[in-house]
């Protein structure tokens, strides 16, 4: 073996991140012999905690981690997720669903909406919300879980993720970690300390003059990038040219209005707004550019459009879009805010931390910390992030929105190459382009071009074999299989007490 194994791991900082860190790798990693897993956290360092909202790939960490989803839903507050609606994006009043799952049901070896951009063509209305069983459940606050095992059942179509309290989600992994042997150490780290030779970090150093030394660190530290950024100096990749929002205040607010199991995201002047209804409270948050509105008029503004009342102080963050240029340098990975930062709109920051851990895993090193593996992860990471990123532009730069300064800026922005590429091929011939395993599905990526205003000039001549009268059966009995196995869900407060996963009436935040 090319250098001994890892055994002594330092996570620096908790919250959503760290303890994601702690519960996994401990999960995976717990049986090595002789392995310690550390985790260094101050109760003075308060964490981000807005990331409350994620997409189906946790399930995949939950699954790892052999957690109960009723335990969970319940433990962290949580409520299903079935997508994301975007209010007021393409145009004031207009709105639609990004959902988890897929359109309709392919034909003839082709995908379904091309079929449905046939119609469109030969004088069908009908926008693609009513061919998803996600998107039209969410709008009607109903949620089942899917019938994969049944895949003539229009819910076997159906994915979902979660919304949840973050605070609580962190407590609920510390849990877990713990008892799965990770140690918690209480304080704030004053100094790093260095190997003099090969700049590798050694030990960090506690406000109590303790050391915790490893051989592996984590830096989980948040926007202040203790290890990679400020220590080890790795440059950061600004994409604020792209992405110009850079400031945002969030607040909880009690519960009102409706009950839908999406995630919200309503577009304002200069920004946008989410909101994300849980068990006990809503989250709600304003992003927004700080060359177009100002800290105060953001704030009245988030405060104006609460469903509830606001029950706590606006907290208020800065932020730049981008990354670090590379996540693991020496035997330092980052992990979270710490590595890099794309706005929530697409809710990705929980699935880039459980994907960098993943990624950790698959190229855990030996203590020689080899080159090979340390550049395929820095690459493999920086693509995500770059792919994340042009979808995130998509939506800014697809609008009809000129009644601002911000939203001429965005649309009228050239776009990433990458992007520019699938908006092409997707104008020209109404076909999706997906490349190498990129986070973001054809039905991901359909859904915010379609519902963004994008009119493609053609469709996969196949979809052209069905007659128009053919074409306008099979859609209209798509949309009808959709609304009858809606009807029949129960609603997403009947199914958390069916599933014994509702949380206590006097948990809940009500004016």
Known sequence: MNGEPVRKI??????????????????ILGGFPGLSIQLVESEAIGTVGVGEATIPQILSFNNLLEIDENEFVRETHATYKLGIEFVDWLRPGHSYVHPFGTYGLDMLGIEFHHFWLRGLETGA???????SIAAAAGKAGKFYWPQLNNPRSPLSKLSYAFQFDASRYAAFLRRRAEAQGVVRREGRVVQVHQNGKTGFVEAVELEDGSRIEGELFLDCSGFRSLLIGQTLGVPFEDWSKWLPCDRAVAVPCTLAGDREPLTRSTARPAGWQWRIPLQHRIGNGHV????HIGEDE????LLANLD????????HLRFTAGHRERFWEKNVVALGLAGGFLEPLESTAIHLVQSSIA?????????AFGEQEVRRFNRETTR???DIRDFLVLHYKATERDDSEFWRYCRNLPPPDGLAEKLAIYEGSGRVLREH???FTETSWLSVMAGQGIKPKGYHPVAAMLDEEETTRRLAHIRQVVAQAVSQMPTQDDFLQQQGSAIAASERVTA
Do not use: C
């Not at 330092?10 to 999960?27: D, F, R």
């Open 308 to 315: 509830g009342e606001p029950f706590a102080q606006p907290n």
């Open 359 to 367: 990624r950790l895993m698959a190229f855990f090193p030996t203590t």
């Open 437 to 439: 395993e990129e986070l």
């Open 10 to 27: 330092v996570i620096v900082g908790g919250g959503t991140a760290g303890w994601m860190a702690a519960a996994g790798i401990s999960k």
């Open 125 to 131: 209305q009908e926008p693609l919300d009513p061919y």
């Open 288 to 291: 927004y550019s700080s060359a």
């Open 384 to 386: 995500e992030y770059v």
């Open 298 to 301: 953001a704030t009245d503004l």
